[in-house]
């Protein structure tokens, strides 16, 4: 599988990010537009999508499973290993952070 899939669906229902059969659809989702501009100097509706795990401190943390890219002439779904390529392993790692913080609430 590749960091990367183009989706030929109709952009007005984009479908649940699922990249196999074994991974679970997302837990929650979050916009991730600001750091993706920042990252790429492109512009584009980015959702990033998260399954929650246990931290093993009786809370949960937020774990980046892929990101929805969308602009007006394209939709792309990247997993984790395409979110690092392209934005990075630190920016991957402030979005879940932030994630993990606002399930926490």
Same mark, same amino acid.
């Given at each position: ?14 479908? =649940?990010? =699922? ?31 998260? =399954? ?17 890219? &969308? ?22 790692? =402030?979005?879940? &952070?932030? &994630? ?6």
């Amino acid at each position: 599988m590749s960091i990367h899939s183009q989706i030929a669906t109709p952009l007005s229902k984009p479908p =649940r990010l =699922r990249f196999t059969e074994a991974m679970p659809a997302e837990d929650s989702t979050m916009d991730v537009s600001d750091a993706w501009l920042e990252e790429t100097d492109e512009d584009a509706d980015v959702t990033a999508y998260f =399954r929650h795990s246990d931290d093993d401190h009786g809370s949960f943390c937020a774990d980046l499973i892929g990101l929805k890219v &969308q602009s007006d002439i394209s939709l792309h779904l990247f997993t984790h290993d395409g979110a690092v390529a392209f934005l990075g392993w630190e920016t991957v790692n =402030r979005i879940e &952070q932030l &994630q993990t913080v606002r399930i926490s609430e």
